[in-house]
């Protein structure tokens, strides 16, 4: 290995005695120089030991194969698992995906759209905290870079939404567990962090008047995304004070579903459907764990794959310089039935 620093591109080209397209050429796509040139390229790179600044190619190009990924907490079982998807399908169709989390931070939210602005990627698969984000910021961004909105709509930001109905999750678990029992009250938090939390609260209170039933929110104390903690705090509270007017409680997201759980634990209250148990419990999301509270929560599913699907779709469509005008698409949720309800 030489001692000798090797700074840039037109350094490496220099000293290697390749010319600096071609150089360029390999670095972008190996396979795209004759294998004599290839493997004199990577002698060289090996005595040299260099390696290009992949930043500083990508803003030399027209197009990247950089695509990133961002959602508000990727520690959210649910944001991790459609992130996950999301990153499968970019690798599958070539791109290189990235993942960022914005940590529930509206600062930290602008600053990793900084970040990604600089690498001049692709695209951008895009989940925004919503209620916090700066919105200037946001139609700033999407203004720069096609960017694919998903999970929580903010306006018509972006080239395109993708996300799940709402308003028919929250209906379509009401409608079961008024089928099946009492009709459910309907846990919270009084601040959610996300949008989607007050699109199923007036989804529930809609069920529940079609359905001729009187609604009953409890909203409880908590801010941020500690969501297990906020409703196990809330839940002892709302029990303690026997707050539930029905022995039935749809809560506003499986998290706070699980929290619930752990509170009806603690307080000796048997969860589900049969003889000796109190309470039924039922969220809404398909956390990727619910199989395994106690007991397996009832909850109805995100669509993972298809939402991922189609946000993947569109926006290698966009890309690929095929942009239709701004749409939502909004997918239906599964039930899922399991013993807690």
Known sequence: MSAKLIRNMEEFSAISGISRPTVSKYFNDPDSVRPSTREKIEAAVEKYDYRPNIFAMNQNRKLTKNVGIVVPLLTDPYFAEIARNLEQRCIDAGYRPTLFSAHGDPNLEVEVLDNLRSMKPAGVLLAPLGRASRRDALEKFCDDVPTLIFDSSVEEFGIAFVGSDNFQFTSHITDYLCRTGEPPCFFEMK???????????????????????????????GEGWSFEEIGRLG????L???????????????????GLLTACYEQGIKVGR????????????????????????????????????????????????????????????????????
């Not at 939390?197 to 929110?217: D, I, K, N, W």
């Not at 839940?235 to 709302?238: K, L, M, R, V």
């Not at 004070?241 to 579903?257: P, V």
């Open 274 to 341: 049969g003889p000796d148990c109190t309470i039924r419990v039922a969220g809404q999301d398909g956390h990727p764990h619910s199989r395994y509270t106690c007991p397996p929560l009832t909850t109805i599913s995100h669509d993972y794959n298809a939402v991922s699907k189609h946000a993947a779709q569109a926006l290698f469509a966009a890309i690929d310089g095929h942009v239709e005008p701004w749409k939502s698409t909004r997918i239906e949720g599964k039930l899922v039935l399991r013993d807690s309800a």
């Open 240 to 258: 303690s004070k026997k707050q539930f007017s029905t022995n039935t409680i749809l809560c506003s997201n499986d998290r706070l579903a699980i």
């Open 235 to 238: 839940g002892h509270e709302a």
């Open 191 to 221: 601040t959610p962090a996300n949008p989607n939390a007050h699109r199923r609260r007036q989804a529930y209170l809609t069920a529940m008047e079609s359905f001729g039933h009187t609604p009953q929110v409890i909203s409880v104390e």
